[in-house]
């Protein structure tokens, strides 16, 4: 089994900035894309960013130049750091990675998500 265990989320003032952090654990072989979705109260989940093992980024249109997605592979982990924020960035924050776990082959994993609150 693999864990995703998210940190980092809290409230903070519209402008400010944030840092997400997500650390995979458990019987891990390999991790191909990690990414972090959110989820708005009534709304459905969305993807924020994802990151190939080698590097590629991908980012929803509105956290382009606001928000910027990196990982430490050696450690299984994924960043998320997010400036400017805006009152419409509020919601619960998803780590998301596709894991080769050993002797359960390729699937998704998340994490228990972390509150991320932008106050106006």
């Known amino acids: 089994q693999v864990q995703l265990v998210e940190s980092g989320g809290g409230l903070v003032q519209a402008g400010g900035s944030l840092r997400l952090s997500c650390a995979a654990s458990?019987?891990?072989?390999?991790?191909?894309?990690m990414g972090w979705y959110r989820q708005a109260p009534g709304k459905q989940r969305e993807l924020v960013a994802a990151?190939?093992?080698?590097?590629?980024?991908n980012y929803a249109d509105f956290v382009k130049g606001r928000f910027t997605i990196s990982r430490d592979n050696a450690r299984n982990e994924v960043y998320l750091q997010m400036d400017s924020l805006k009152p419409e960035d509020t919601g619960v924050y998803y780590c998301?990675?596709?894991?080769?776990?050993?002797?359960?082959?390729?699937?998704?994993?998340w994490g228990q998500g972390t509150q991320v609150t932008v106050s106006s």
């Open positions: 998301n990675a596709y894991c080769n776990s050993r002797g359960l082959g390729w699937r998704d994993y």
């Open positions: 458990g019987s891990i072989a390999s991790i191909s894309a």
């Open positions: 990151i190939t093992s080698g590097g590629t980024t």
